[in-house]
């Protein structure tokens, strides 16, 4: 049996200990000095003026689509059947109308003619999701965004590292979300970051993330301006915004710093992992001709080609048999307008509009990709696809 889980070693013993030490030496736990340390470092990275450490990805999405209806007003957001759920929960419950856009095969992120030939004059954000690795930014759809006053997100919580024109997603958009769940490029347990250059927008997101309070939004000028307009609150008390509470603590704050430090080396060691798999794949079978250009992989992504697609079942037969460990569709499960909460919703909303997407629903899985994978390991996996036959 090849025995491949989806992920292993991700929080890795050194992690612990460092953990361990800090919980044995601190006496300060919630949202505090490691956090905001984290944060800068993560600015650093990415290459942006602002970063929010959140509880979850799903929280990033929540707060950043509730900060675009806050600045922006209510409208349509347009989005990816390919993504997680909560990129379109988050425009729902922000009282967007989320307009799906169908996706490249090579990305699997949207196709630039779709998503400009989606905006319309109520078209308030566009948010691009990378996925499983890919760079799915597209230079004209960011033009457009500009030049509409469309807020452009990036959701970029499968693909940490990924680059376009060398520049790294999440640092393009207006507003980019990541996440540190576990199998993720890094992890913080659970974990998610909101990144932006735009002053305001931080100011907001700060707010959002604790309770919509005044106090937290970390802009002097701005709270004793709105302090004065409310001489009758408490400053302390100010809720400025509908907001939540999705702060993380200094525990997570100091896994991700710790993780950070080894964020590229493993960013290197997975692309050479994927690059392995698709040179030994066998591309009569399956699809390989995805664009690698500034890709930073997430997991390895099997796709039947269309004279093979009946082989499904097989495929699926045959991992299970090996104890590989796998996903069908992509990491939110392939198709998102076939989801329950979207079909309530929008059951005007047709599936076959969006053909790309339900190809991949219907024929595509991934199996783990990640630094402890050995080279052997890879070439026994694509053995075990190469010989799923008719
Ligand atoms: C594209 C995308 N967005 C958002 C999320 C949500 O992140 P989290 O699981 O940290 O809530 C995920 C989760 O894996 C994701 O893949």
Redesign the pocket.
Known sequence: MLNIPLMSNNITEDDKRVLADFILHSDRFTNGPKVREFEKAWSEWLGVKYSLFVN????A?FITMAAVREMKGAGEVILSPI??S??VAAAMTAGFTPVFADVDLDTFAMNEDAVIGSITDRTKAVLL?H?LGHDGMSDRVRAVCRDRGIVLVE?V??SHGALHGGAKCGSIGDVS?F???YA?HMSTI???MICTNDADMYRTFRMFRSHGLLRECDDKAYAEQVTTEYPELHPEFIFMLPGYNMRSTELNAVIGLNQLKRLDSNIEKRQANYRIFLSQLDPELYFTDFREEGSSNYAFIVLLREAHTGLFPKLVEALRKENVEFRRGT??GGDLVRQPFVRKAYPEIRPELLPHAEYIHKYGLYTGNYPDLREEQILALCELLNGIKE
């Open positions: 979850s990805g799903s929280s999405n993504g997680w909560s990129d999701t996925v959701d919580c499968e979300n996440s540190f769940y993720h659970e974990g998610g990491a939110g």
